[in-house]
């Protein structure tokens, strides 16, 4: 069993399908801790040491949000800023993390066609993620392929979501295939590396 | 009856005609007193006054400022000043004394009378110097503290001085056993040495623990009678009761207040004590610089004019002499080593206390004590004249940005907290979490108690009070929280400030909307509610608990917030105070308005718009028509 921590971080989660539909899913899930970050700090007054006592008692770590302009919602950055600290995250004593997986779960607004060098977005949906996955290098964590959620705005989210729920029950219950998981690109509810199921 | 009427008449008309326009001039107000008596002294020999005998009781002036001046000291800063109290002072006391004796011997005189008159003469005046240091705010520097220093050890030197003087009697002379100065009265006149300085010893004691003990309760006690006058009775009888015991033990009561001053300068009570004293201190204290100028014989000086002047402007000069050389070995930087020089180059009002003493006990002839009266005079006359030397000439010189006198110790704090309740308290406790120092004002002594016993030191006082808002250092301050419990009288003094010292930044607890209308009125314009915020928290844990996401709670408070805000701002425009609210058909009208868009913002309005725009999205035909033109725009991209 994998100690998994998930976060989810939506300003405005009353106008939300998407993520409230993972939401949902996630909290029906036994064995994990999830936290909503904007209802834990809705005046930003991140207490970072509990959050760092919170990221030591975990082996994964699952970041979810939709892309607000090919990033992270403001609360999330927040939270980067102040939790992953020198000599917490990284520098010298900054191996806490070291070992730990991080997991991200994004909802784009976009679809899929557009995140590519032809697409209207002009890069891959990885490109504009970089910064996250440089973050869990430099903290010595196992960064995953993202699980995507493209064209959140036009579809519905149900497969989505409870194919997000197989994703945590997997990595909680350690029967994903982390070196798939590592080398694709991004994961989908129908692309799932699970362990024995191939 | 009608003597004394028209003597107190005569003083106070002289003061009040000659004082503000010395200070108009910049002379100071010393120089305008002393101008004054000199301008009454016709009069005065007209009406046969004894004006050395108001002199006598105008010197208790002296005692209170010395009062005052302790209060502005805590113990701990005195034992700091001890060097130079000691060094400065004791090496100023000797040298001048040396220095004028051996003068005195040099011209022939006997050297007991040499020593006699070198010891009077030594000696400095502390009325004026700390007057005009305190009037031209040049106390808190170097050469200020300095002075002081050596006026308190001169003061303290008095005792010995006293005692060495009947030694110094040429022999033969018979002892009076009479001085027209000394104490009437004593505890240790008849006693052995040892059990005088049993008594003596005993006596301070007493004012110190007496100081620390008893002042507490007592003047809490005063002060539940509210009752402006018995407080001043009783700090009047407080200063009054430990000049007497002073006397009575033969110390100086100079000496003794102060002491009592140092001791209550960590009290609550303090700040009332000196607004109470202070008026008292400026009266005496120009009475007594009036009996200065009243007391010169002009016919002795007329006819010796070239004489007295010449010894005078020597004293002065010796004087000088060896305080410029004890500033240089003492380090004083700049400036500051020649207001010391200069300030204290005058021979003071103790000089008149010591000669006849010295005359009375046979130790000075009795002809030459009018001459040495004179010169002691003409240097305190020409003092005034060298400090604007000082500010006007010598200054100016070293006053290049590197010689800045930036030791200067900031005693006043420049945060004032007026009223230190509910809301005045949560503020200062923020203030001090943050590493600042307030000064409180607060007039139930009860709340007092409260704070020491957490450590904050608190002042007991009607913050309203003008004068005791000036000894609280509202001249000096940055920022007045005014958190009083009663909102009128929170208006009044905001009315106040913004009138007397517009330079204060005012924070303002406000009752409600209509105080907030009041206190903006007043010239206020940082205000808040003063449960305003509480009630926000109070209708946003509402939110949340009626299932709210926590964040929308947070923004849609922080949208009422704002409605509210605009809302107070445009009713402001509109409200008068001549009229109540329900007959202001404007008012009326543009609340109803206001009201129905922040209440009924469910159903639409401005309150609405402002918490639903963020984070919306696009609608998804939006988003197809958005990318058939960006796809569009790519094809038709050359690239
Ligand atoms: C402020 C803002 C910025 C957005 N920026 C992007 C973007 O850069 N790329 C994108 O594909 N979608 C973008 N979107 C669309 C969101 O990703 C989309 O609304 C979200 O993933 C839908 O999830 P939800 O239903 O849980 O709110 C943005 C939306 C908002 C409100």
């Known amino acids: 069993m994998a100690r998994l921590l ?5 300003p405005a989660p009353s106008s939300s399908q998407a993520n409230r539909a993972m939401l949902r899913v996630v909290r029906g899930l036994e064995g994990i801790t999830q936290v909503d970050l904007y209802a834990e700090y809705p005046r930003y007054d991140i207490d970072i040491a509990e959050e760092q006592a919170r990221l030591l008692a975990h082996d994964v770590i699952v970041l979810q949000f939709p892309l607000f302009w090919y990033s992270c919602p403001a609360l999330v950055k927040e939270w980067l800023d102040l939790v992953w600290e020198h000599g917490f995250a990284y ?4 191996d806490k993390l070291k070992g730990k997986t991080l997991l991200l779960a994004v909802t784009t607004g976009g679809p899929q066609e557009a995140y590519s060098a032809e697409g209207y977005q002009h890069f891959e949906l990885r490109t504009f993620l970089t910064p996250f996955e440089q973050t869990a290098r430099l903290a010595q964590m196992r960064f995953l392929a993202p699980y995507v959620f493209h064209g959140a705005l036009k579809r519905d989210p149900a497969a989505h979501a409870l194919g997000f729920g197989t994703l945590l029950g997997a990595l909680r219950d350690e029967r994903l295939d982390l070196r798939a998981a590592e080398t694709t690109d991004i994961l989908t509810h129908d692309t799932l590396p699970l362990i024995g199921i191939n | 009856m009608s003597d004394f009427l028209l003597l107190a008449f005569l003083f106070l008309a002289a003061g009040v005609a000659a004082v503000p326009i010395a200070t108009a001039l910049g002379l100071g107000s010393v120089l305008g007193y002393l101008i004054a008596g000199i301008a ?12 050395v005998s108001i ?41 001048t004394t040396a220095l004028v004796a051996g003068a005195c011997i040099v011209f022939g005189l006997d050297w007991r009378i040499s020593l006699a008159i070198g010891l009077i003469l030594a000696m400095s005046s502390t009325a004026i110097v700390l007057q005009t240091l305190g009037e031209k705010g040049l106390m808190r520097g170097d050469g200020g503290q300095a002075s002081f220093s050596v006026l308190l050890f001169q003061d303290i030197a008095v005792i010995p001085i006293l005692a060495l003087v009947p030694l110094l009697a040429i022999p033969g002379a018979h002892h009076a056993g009479e001085d027209g100065h000394g104490p009437s009265m004593s505890l240790v006149a008849d006693i052995e040495g040892w059990q005088a300085a049993l008594v003596t010893a005993g006596a301070i004691a007493l004012v110190i623990a007496g100081g620390m003990f008893l002042t507490r309760p007592l003047f809490r006690y005063i002060a539940k009678a509210r009752l402006r006058e018995i407080f001043v009775a009783t700090a009047l009888a407080f200063v009054v009761g430990i000049a007497l015991l002073m006397t009575l033990v033969g110390l100086s009561p100079a000496l003794g207040t102060f002491l009592a001053g140092v001791v209550l300068a960590n009290s609550e009570y303090r700040h009332e004590l000196e607004s109470d004293i202070d008026p008292f201190r400026g009266l005496l204290l120009g009475l007594f610089f009036m009996t200065v100028g009243a007391a010169i014989n002009f016919a002795l000086l007329w006819d010796e004019l070239f004489l007295i002047l010449g010894l005078t402007i020597a004293v002065m000069a010796a004087k000088a002499l060896v305080l410029l050389i004890l500033g240089f070995g003492f380090g004083l930087r700049g400036s500051q080593k020649y207001l010391f020089g200069l300030g204290l180059a005058q021979a003071g009002e103790f000089g008149f206390v010591l000669t006849s003493f010295a005359v009375s006990n046979f130790v000075l002839p009795e002809t030459m004590a009018p ?3 004179l010169i002691i005079t003409l240097s305190m006359m020409l003092t005034p004249g060298l400090f604007i030397f000082y500010e006007r000439v010598i200054r100016p010189r070293f006053d290049r940005p590197t010689d800045r006198d930036d030791d200067e110790i900031t005693e006043q704090h420049p945060i004032i907290i007026a009223g230190h309740g509910r ?6 406790r923020m203030l001090l979490a943050a590493g600042y120092r307030t000064t409180v004002l607060d007039h139930s002594a009860g709340q007092l108690d409260m704070l020491r016993t957490f450590g904050i030191n608190g002042f007991y006082g009607d913050a309203t009070r003008p004068d005791l808002l000036t000894a609280a250092g509202i001249g000096e301050a940055k920022l007045l929280i005014v958190a009083l419990d009663d909102p009128d009288q929170n208006e009044a003094m905001v009315h106040y400030v913004h ?15 209509r105080h907030v209308y009041r206190l903006y009125q007043a010239g206020a314009r940082d205000i808040i509610r003063e449960t305003f915020d509480s009630s926000v928290r109070a209708g946003r844990s509402a939110y949340e608990a009626l299932g709210m996401h926590p964040f929308e709670a947070e923004r849609l408070s922080r949208a009422f917030v704002d409605a509210d805000r605009h809302a107070l701002y445009e009713l402001a425009q509109v409200w008068d105070p001549a009229i109540p609210e329900t007959e202001n058909p404007e008012y009326i009208k543009l609340a109803r308005e206001l009201m129905t868009d922040i209440e009924l913002g469910a159903s639409g309005g401005a309150f609405r718009e402002r918490t639903e725009r963020g984070w919306t999205p696009p609608l998804p035909q939006d988003t197809e028509a958005d990318r058939q033109r960006q796809t569009g725009q790519r094809a038709a991209d050359p690239r």
């Open chain 1, 6 to 10: 998930h976060y989810a971080a939506h």
């Open chain 1, 91 to 94: 520098g010298q004593g900054g």
């Open chain 2, 40 to 51: 009454l002294s016709p009069v005065l020999t007209l009406l046969e006054v004894d004006v």
């Open chain 2, 55 to 95: 002199q006598h009781f105008a010197e208790f002036g002296v005692v209170m400022m010395l009062f005052l001046v302790g209060q502005e000291l805590e113990p701990k800063r005195l034992w700091e000043l001890r060097n130079r109290l000691l060094g400065l002072g004791g090496l100023q006391v000797a040298g």
């Open chain 2, 371 to 373: 001459t040495l009266n």
């Open chain 2, 423 to 428: 809301y005045g308290g949560i503020v200062n």
């Open chain 2, 499 to 513: 009138h007397n010292h517009p330079h204060v930044h005012m924070i303002v607890r406000a009752h409600d909307r």
